[in-house]
């Protein structure tokens, strides 16, 4: 395979996970904030995919393969908060500052947004939540980014 059409493969591969991201947000699955973070990379390593091909700098696939390497690093991070291996953020998981700063309308209002932990796994599949597919197929595009950036023009 030619770089251009590495570069398409793992660029196309965050933007095929992103569009899996936002399809399981409209069938109801609302994200979490690591989830959040967990497509910024994606984002990110898609733009750099087309000024890769635009450009044919080699640089930008050690870019794109950063960007791929970070989404999945978070990736790990939310499956082992998920598993309960480690402690996670205060302000997504079941470890935050509870109830005590909210009022009575606060807990009775239907219009507030609906909180989604970072420690509760909301979807799996062959036992793994949405994180670690993330992390998994992300580090697959690492592998693909490395190989496009190693290729000759």
């Given at each position: ?15 095929l996970l992103l569009a899996g991201a ?13 989830c959040l973070w967990q497509r910024w ?113």
């Open positions: 395979m030619t770089r251009t059409n590495l570069i398409f493969l793992a660029a196309g591969g965050s933007l936002f399809l399981f947000q409209s069938l109801g699955y609302a994200p979490c904030k690591m990379p994606h984002v990110a390593a898609v733009v750099i995919g087309g000024l890769a091909v635009v450009s044919g700098q080699r640089a930008l696939a050690w870019a794109g393969g950063l960007a791929a390497l970070t989404t999945a690093a978070i990736g790990i991070y939310h499956s082992g908060v998920e598993r309960a291996w480690w402690e996670g953020p205060a302000s997504c998981t079941g470890a935050g500052p509870g109830l005590g700063g909210l009022n009575g309308a606060d807990l009775l209002s239907l219009d507030a947004p609906a909180l989604v932990l970072c420690d509760q796994v909301s979807w799996q599949f062959l036992t793994l939540s949405m994180a670690s597919w993330n992390a998994l197929f992300s580090l697959v595009f690492v592998a693909i980014w490395v190989m496009a950036a190693r290729r000759p023009a």
